[in-house]
């Protein structure tokens, strides 16, 4: 397995501009379900394996289920007790069946299950759909019949069934649709669960096969790991839902690798993504504090809630914060703040991005901190200081004191994720959710008398949130988003005892630009059994914004439920030019009489993302801020280094294929970063693979532009040749860059958008110095530099430049002397786009490495400063004379790489010291090598120093070469402490040695 920490350390348009952003890269589809009635809320229980792996046996399994019951997480939801592993013999028995080892199961598995049966709890066992299982114990592979059928004989309800051993040849979704057709065909109501890893993507087909499927490889106890089963799982909350989720595997709480905090954050999560909560851990021996997460009622309610939504992230700005919102089935929101970062943070969210309606009277709701079990409100948003690797989570609801509880709730609708959910109430109303778990808004309507009504000309409904009772004529209708609910308690009414349902609904941009107009639709529909009368629409934007409508906003009647009841006014709403980033909301009013003397008053909130102005000229992606919500698989998304470990700037120099990028993003699958470029810009280039600090890696790179897809490189390997992306982006308005696994998992998917960025026009595919390509050239920098050494050229040197097509115009002024600058101008064939380029040309006497730009460099800790040790030290290197000091020169560490361009510079020679920097203890271990090597030749091998090895002077001929590459390699005790410096590294003109500046205590040697 690749674990990269190893290798290297709202309202309505938030919604569907988030979730469509993250779902551009799902193929979702309402494909129908398993559908054994099982499994309905994500699976409570047991399983012995991560604390007790293959020692498990009758005692273990009848204690934890008692242990289960008298600790009250029964009462808490729990009920699976599981069995895993090496619960068998290692052979069959002579009619082919599975025997339990009666070492561990004395009396047989039958007599296990029946004492879990008569705690009122369910017990489930392990298999495999290989040859073997993982501890080499009989597969099930061609045995699934006979399997299933002992499994049924002794009571089992719940099955993992794992991917280990010899598949001989057959096909993984065929292995395990063969156990699936097996169970049922006992009979007996078995829960599937697919330990796949993650293997072919199970959450595109699981469904149809299992009730539940691994997304991940196996969990282990650390907040890293945890950490890595969270980023992947989160991305996939279109898949889950009632009687199929996704699994990121057990819960480790209890077994010792986390602190209290972080066991909290991760029971947490689990329970907000709808994740199976299948505890780890020795619950004989847990003490209280553990036993009181599991059995936080509050929180498994959560996971628990019978809609079954999984929480999707509605907040994700790269930061390392998280806003995670779950809808429940009796109107609340769950919502949760995760800080995955070193360090407290300040977490807040607007209630209307949580979709909760804007408040005319500027009302509070009721906000319940789950795990202080303490009642607050709130009335615009929710703010809250989250520790380091922590969660606040809430449960938000209108605070009116007629809340009812999501128990009881139950489907009796499912129209290709379309669904009603009902709950009868002791007075004759009925509580109603209309769910929507379609990657598009959708309309739902509900006919009150498929929910059990009797036939009456009116429905009464009152909204859950804003209390507002509205009178329907035959179906209760609403406009919902996706992975979204909304809820009404609906109870039969008499004419004109309320006002007619009126809604407003939007159709509009996900963003509008500073300065920019665009047009918003409103539609006003009446949903009523009479007709309006006297309508008057306002549209309510924020301060500073301009909105004009494009018809009359008064109507005198919209005409009741049926046909032309529905009447739309456009507006053109203009943001101003300081708007601020971020999202801004806009509020429809309307007032209307309802008949009767009844008021009415409908009101509905649409929000839209005010985007940062983008550059006006060529630019670095990496230069520019991410629009949107931003998910990476590991760690933050970096900008102009590789994604590194988990920490924000803990990242090295871009590298694919031993080539060195100076900008682009780092970033790991499943990553998505998007951009606001507002048609700007002409092209997309990047080049893209995978970078050289993992290994077995397989990614896929695709660029979407508005939600098209644009760009698909298929599955690109480690190792594998670097690629070049170039896309026409000038109709594009939102830039969005994703990164899937190919395939093989994602443990090793570090990904790099090398050298990306946004062309008005390409104009010039190169530029030559001296008839050498110019490395630096980027398309991008306006001014580059060239420094010479004196005596080492005396003419100005010949700058050529290769026009991207024969149209382009070419303008070179030369400089006169040296020092001097020569300007290049470009103009494309029709005039529209000028760009220019300066090349600085600069002697000096003396030229240090540092003080010169790499193509290429990689360190094996830290990162490579110049002028500084690997760890931001003055260099300071052993001698003869004792620890000198060095102004100059490079710090860095074992391995390491750096290369320079040196074609045409007239460099005579290099020279410079090297050895262990003195920044550690002498009694430290380290021992490197250091080698200097040119257009593949080595030129010097200093063989192996420790750190009481005094530094060694080099003095290399390099005159003619065109690279100049700088290895520091482990010398075989392995790379802790090998802290290397490169002092006083410099070029000099001929083979006269300079003069080497250097310091002992404070005074020149």
């Not at 300065?515 to 009479?530: A, C, F, H, L, P």
């Not at 005409?559 to 507006?571: A, E, I, M």
């Amino acid at each position: 397995m690749n674990n990269p920490w190893f290798q290297k350390p709202l309202a309505t348009l938030l919604f569907l501009f988030a979730l469509g952003i993250g779902l551009l890269g799902f193929n979702h589809s309402q494909a129908h379900a398993l559908d054994n009635g099982l499994a309905e809320t994500p699976p409570m229980g047991w399983n012995g394996w991560n604390a007790f792996s293959c020692n498990v046996d009758a005692d273990l399994v009848k204690e934890t289920a008692k242990k289960i019951v008298e600790s009250g997480m029964k009462e808490a939801g729990y009920q699976y007790v599981n069995i895993d592993d090496c619960w068998m013999l290692d052979h069959r028995d002579e009619n082919g069946n599975l025997i339990p080892n009666p070492e561990k199961f004395p009396n047989g598995m039958k007599e296990v299950a029946d004492y879990v049966h008569s705690l009122g709890l369910k017990i489930g066992i392990y298999a495999s759909a290989g040859t073997t299982t993982c501890a080499n114990y009989p597969g099930s592979l061609n045995h699934e019949k006979q399997d299933a059928q002992s499994f049924a004989e002794w009571g089992i309800d719940y099955l993992k069934y794992d991917n280990c051993g010899d598949p001989l040849d057959q096909a993984l979704q065929e292995r395990y649709s063969k156990m699936r057709d097996a169970l049922a065909d006992t009979g007996r109501d078995i829960v599937f669960s697919m330990s796949v890893g993650g293997s072919e993507d199970p959450w595109e087909w699981g469904k149809q096969v299992g009730n539940l499927w691994r997304t991940t490889g196996d969990i282990s106890d650390s907040y890293v790991r945890m950490l890595v089963h969270f980023l992947k799982n989160v991305e996939l909350y279109p898949y889950a839902g009632p009687g199929y989720w996704n699994d990121p595997d057990m819960l480790e709480i209890g077994n010792g690798g986390k602190n209290l905090e972080e066991y909290r954050t991760e029971f947490s999560l689990w329970s907000v993504m709808a994740a199976p909560l299948l505890s780890g851990t020795d619950l004989l021996n847990a003490p209280q504090e553990i036993l009181d997460i599991y059995a936080n009622r509050e929180v498994t309610a959560v996971n628990q809630d019978p809609i079954g939504i999984q929480g999707h992230p509605i907040k994700q700005l790269n930061d390392g914060n998280f806003v995670l919102l779950k809808p429940m089935a009796n109107g609340d929101k769950a919502v949760l703040f995760f800080n995955s970062t070193d360090n407290a943070s300040t977490i807040e969210i607007s209630l209307s991005q949580l979709g909760i309606p804007a408040s005319a009277d500027n009302k509070t709701y009721t906000v319940r901190d789950l795990w202080a079990h303490e009642t607050a409100t709130a009335t615009e948003k929710i703010s809250a200081s989250v520790p380091s690797h922590g969660i606040m989570m809430y449960r938000i609801s209108p605070g009116r004191g007629n809340e009812v509880s999501s128990d009881g709730f139950k489907r009796i609708i499912n129209h290709d994720g379309k669904e009603i959910w009902v709950k009868s109430l002791s007075d004759g109303s009925k509580m109603i959710t209309l769910v929507n778990r379609t990657t598009a808004a959708a309309t739902i309507s509900a006919e009150p008398e498929k929910l059990g009504f009797k036939h009456a000309s009116v429905y009464l409904a009152e909204d859950y949130w804003t209390g507002q009772i509205m009178s329907y004529a035959g179906k209760i209708v609403s406009d919902i988003e996706p992975f979204s609910a909304v809820t009404y308690r609906v109870t039969r009414g008499t004419p004109n005892e309320a006002p007619a349902a009126v809604r407003i609904s939007f159709d509009g941009p996900s963003f509008i630009a500073p300065g920019e107009t665009k047009t918003i639709v409103t539609t006003m529909t009446n949903d009523g059994r009479v007709a309006v009368h006297n309508l008057d629409l306002n549209l309510n934007v924020p301060e500073g914004w301009t909105v004009i409508p494009g018809s009359d906003t008064t109507f005198q009647t919209i005409p009741p439920n049926g046909k032309n009841n529905s009447v739309k006014v456009s507006w053109k709403v203009t943001a101003p030019q300081d708007a601020g980033a971020g999202w801004s909301h806009l509020t429809a009013d309307a007032g209307f009489d309802s008949g009767g003397g009844i008021q009415g008053h409908a009101r509905s909130g649409f929000s839209v993302q005010v985007p940062s102005a983008p550059p006006t000229e060529d630019t670095f992606l990496s230069d520019m801020p991410f629009f949107g919500n931003v998910s990476n698989g590991w760690g933050p998304a970096e900008r102009d280094t590789s994604v590194g470990g988990s920490g924000e700037g803990d990242g090295n120099m871009i590298t694919l294929n031993g080539t060195g990028y100076e900008k682009g993003l780092g970033v790991h699958a499943y990553s998505k970063v998007s951009f606001y470029i507002g048609k700007n810009f002409s092209r997309f280039i990047s080049d893209i693979g995978l970078d050289g600090e993992t290994q077995g890696g397989s990614v896929v790179f695709q660029v979407w532009g508005d939600g098209e897809k644009l760009y698909d490189s298929g599955v690109i390997k480690d190792n594998a040749d670097s690629r070049h992306v170039n896309v026409d982006v000038s109709d594009v308005d939102v830039l969005m860059l994703e990164v899937k696994d190919g395939g093989v998992g994602n443990g090793a998917d570090h990904a790099d958008w090398a050298g990306a960025k946004l062309l008005k026009e390409v104009l010039v595919d190169d530029i030559k110095i001296n008839g050498e390509s110019f490395s630096s050239f980027d398309h991008v920098t306006n001014d580059y530099y060239m420094t010479f050494l004196e005596g080492t050229i005396s003419d100005v040197p010949a700058v050529e430049v290769v026009p991207a097509n024969n149209d382009v115009k070419v303008d070179i002024s030369p400089a006169e002397q040296l020092p001097g600058t020569t300007v290049i101008t470009v103009t494309s064939g029709d005039g529209s786009v000028t760009k220019t380029y300066k090349i600085h040309f600069n002697i000096t006497s003396q030229l240090y490495l540092s003080d010169l730009p790499w193509i290429y460099a990689t360190t094996g800790w830290g990162t490579i400063h110049r002028d500084a040790s690997v760890e931001g030290n003055p260099i300071k290197l052993l001698t003869d004379s004792g620890v000198v000091a060095y102004d100059k020169g490079i710090g860095t560490h074992a391995n390491s790489e750096i290369i320079y361009d040196i074609a045409g510079r007239g460099y005579g020679r290099f020279q410079g010291y090297v050895g262990l920097d003195q920044e550690k203890n002498m009694s430290d271990v380290g021992s490197v090598d250091f080698q200097v090597w040119a257009d593949g030749e080595k030129l010097f091998d200093s063989g192996t120093m420790k750190r009481d090895t005094p530094a060694k002077f080099v003095d290399v001929d390099v005159s003619g070469r065109k690279q100049l590459k700088l290895v520091v390699t482990d010398a075989g005790d392995g790379i802790g402490n090998d802290h290397a410096d490169w002092a006083d590294a410099q070029f000099i003109a001929d083979n006269t040695a300079p003069e080497i500046h250097t310091e002992m205590n404070g005074k020149d040697l």
